[in-house]
């Protein structure tokens, strides 16, 4: 695996649950669920697919007391972290606080009047939980709409530090910001004016970013390109898709960026009339099969030898396709050859036999320890 060269905006580190957001936590990637809060089966079901797929943070969209109960029912059946979404009522974030809420997504200058968010700090405050602001650009305030026209970076930036100004009123340290948009200039815009004015961690989004292919370009344009810069501390790709699928792509820019992985990081030719073996079909049926692969590996699978060799030697598991046998190279030297008509039952075989060996040495490592 490569190093990522690039060096993180020194951020404050705030806790999530089990999960730490800055300093020096790794980025952690999140998602929020689409299913009815109020039926309890099915959110519970989405959660665990999410955790399957790598979700470090789940948020959960509670708009209701009735949602609130339900929230509660929800956090003795999961793990992970939890996010409580809140929009306006106090009356719900105290609830969902005393439910098992991690984090309290609300945004302070709408959540009523000062008692009101005095109160909700304290509980935040008394249980341990951290609070994310959320500014979207879609919802600025009246008077800033008024004041700039238009959706801008500095009418974001002034409308989330109205947000923060209250919780430092309030000497309430323990919180992180976004300040999403969906046109990509814009979000990279906010999030860079934002990153110069506090020290609190940022949470990366595009929101309302669109579907699957469209959505995912859009995301790992303005994410990436904050990323590049040191920006952000946790990320969540908004697709109008299933919330596991945010998941894998935000681990996929992280993975792109050397940053961090959640399992293998495929190398693959785009294939061309050189090809020696069906490389688009073996790559769709190995990223099936080694989805719930969590061990950072290379693996290189290309159709030829023109490209292969050098691609090969880079990586922990290399294929050099040719016909009838393809060459595998490991850890960067000539291994065996295999038959290129069991391409994906043999490299499977070589993944799980790596991960096999990679969790034995951890465990004698943990013994140890």
């Known amino acids: 695996m490569h190093i990522s060269p690039i060096k993180r905006r020194v951020t404050r580190k705030i806790r999530v649950g089990s999960v ?66 809140i929009h306006f009522d106090h009356r719900i974030a105290l609830a969902v606080a005393e439910k098992g809420a991690d984090c309290l997504r609300i945004n302070p200058g709408n959540i009523g009047s000062d008692d009101k968010v005095r109160e909700v700090v304290a509980c935040a405050r008394d249980k341990g939980l951290s609070i994310r602001i959320g500014v979207n650009a879609g919802s600025l305030e009246k008077d800033l709409q008024k004041k700039y026209g238009e959706p801008t970076g500095e009418a974001l930036l002034e409308s ?40 609190q961690p940022l949470h990366l989004g595009v929101t309302e970013a669109g579907v699957f292919r469209s959505g995912t370009v ?52 785009p294939s061309c009339s ?40 880079e990586a922990d598991i290399g294929v050099v396709g040719a016909a009838p046998k393809s060459l595998v190279y490991r850890n960067g030297e000539k291994s065996h050859l295999i038959p290129t008509d069991n391409l994906v039952d043999e490299i499977e075989a070589m993944v799980r036999a790596k991960v096999a060996a990679e969790q034995e040495k951890q465990a004698k490592i943990i013994v140890k320890g």
């Open 274 to 313: 050189r090809q020696e073996f069906d490389v688009i079909r073996v790559m769709n049926a190995l990223e099936a099969r080694l989805e719930d692969v969590r061990i950072p590996m290379d693996v290189s699978v290309i159709g030829c030898k023109v490209n292969g060799p050098g691609e090969a030697k």
């Open 20 to 85: 730490y957001v800055g300093g020096d936590a790794p980025i952690s990637v999140q998602t929020m669920t689409n299913t009815d809060t109020c039926d309890v089966a099915a959110t519970v079901a989405q959660i665990q697919r999410c955790v399957l797929a790598g979700a470090d943070i789940v948020r959960v969209s509670v708009p209701s007391m009735e949602a609130a109960e339900a929230f509660g029912l929800i956090r003795q059946q999961v793990q992970v972290p939890l996010v409580a979404d």
């Open 218 to 269: 859009k995301s790992a344009i303005a994410l990436g390109g904050l990323l590049l810069d040191g920006i952000g501390d946790t990320i969540r790709i908004s697709l109008a898709a299933e919330p596991e699928d945010e998941v894998k792509v935000g681990f996929d820019i992280l993975k792109a960026l050397g940053i961090r992985s959640n399992g293998i990081n495929f190398i693959a030719c």
């Open 160 to 199: 989330a530090m109205r947000h923060i100004d209250i919780l430092d009123r309030l000497d309430f340290q323990e919180f992180k910001v976004s300040v999403k948009a969906s046109n990509v200039f814009l979000t990279l815009d906010a999030y860079r004016l934002l990153s110069a004015q506090i020290e």
